[in-house]
């Protein structure tokens, strides 16, 4: 099946630690990004790649940190200089074609609590 | 890049009741899009809408575009319990950038 798969689906981090939270799709996008979601709010944009080893800070970046290695692939690392990373992590990505057109595709999302 | 005032930001509504969201820009947009999640799901791409005065219905789900195209809406006729969820319009993409703001968030009450 095509899709976007995201792991872990529940992820806790200690004080002072990073974590990576891993985003893959086989839908044969170009684009991806990374979004942050708090209770009741409306979704951020932390980071997002248009091609392969290519990507750009979006809103919120300071603290995160990404990769694009693989077309497929658009790994998160949430690091120690993230003051506040409890949130739902949401990853997704785009078919090519206009840009102005374009729609996403969500993955399930990542709780991360901070122990 | 381009945003987009949504309201309400929270309805409750008996089910069985309509309910209607609406989406304002102060700029003319291209097009709109609306998304819908699910408590505890991640968003799902519901429409788009690109020509001035569109309507497109989904079932009970109507979505409007403006004749200005600066406004839409998004009206559910005999809402059921399965139609809880936030809904977000989107403006287009601008600077490689999507914009999701708050949404509404539906509550239907059995």
């Known amino acids: 099946d095509g899709g976007i798969t995201q792991s872990p689906k529940y992820l806790f981090r200690k004080e002072g630690q990073n974590v990576t939270l891993s985003c893959e799709q086989n839908l044969n996008h170009d684009a991806m990004y990374w979004y942050r979601q708090d209770p009741g709010q409306g979704l951020r944009l932390i980071y997002y790649?248009?091609?392969?080893?290519?990507?750009q800070k979006g809103d919120i970046a300071e603290g995160y940190s990404v990769s694009r290695e693989k077309k497929e692939s658009f790994p998160l690392t949430v690091t120690s200089a993230q003051k506040n990373p409890t949130a739902f992590y949401l990853c997704?990505?785009?078919?090519?074609?206009?840009?102005?057109?374009?729609?996403?595709?969500f993955g399930p999302g990542t709780r991360l609590l901070v122990l | 890049g381009q945003q987009v005032m949504q309201i309400p930001q929270y309805q409750h509504v008996q089910e069985g009741e309509d309910f209607t969201t609406y989406c304002n820009s102060s700029t003319t947009l291209s097009n709109i899009q609306w998304y819908k999640q699910r408590p505890g799901g991640h968003p799902v791409f519901l429409i788009q809408l690109v020509k001035s005065g569109e309507v497109k219905k989904q079932k009970r789900l109507t979505f409007q575009f403006g004749e200005a195209k600066k406004n839409s809406s998004l009206h559910i006729t005999a809402t059921q319990t399965t139609d809880v969820g936030t809904y977000f319009c989107?403006?287009?993409?601008?600077?490689?950038?999507?914009?999701f703001g708050t949404g509404t968030s539906l509550t239907v009450i059995p």
């Open positions: 790649s248009q091609i392969v080893n290519d990507f």
């Open positions: 989107t403006p287009p993409n601008t600077g490689n950038q999507f914009y």
């Open positions: 997704a990505s785009s078919p090519p074609g206009r840009r102005s057109q374009e729609t996403q595709y």
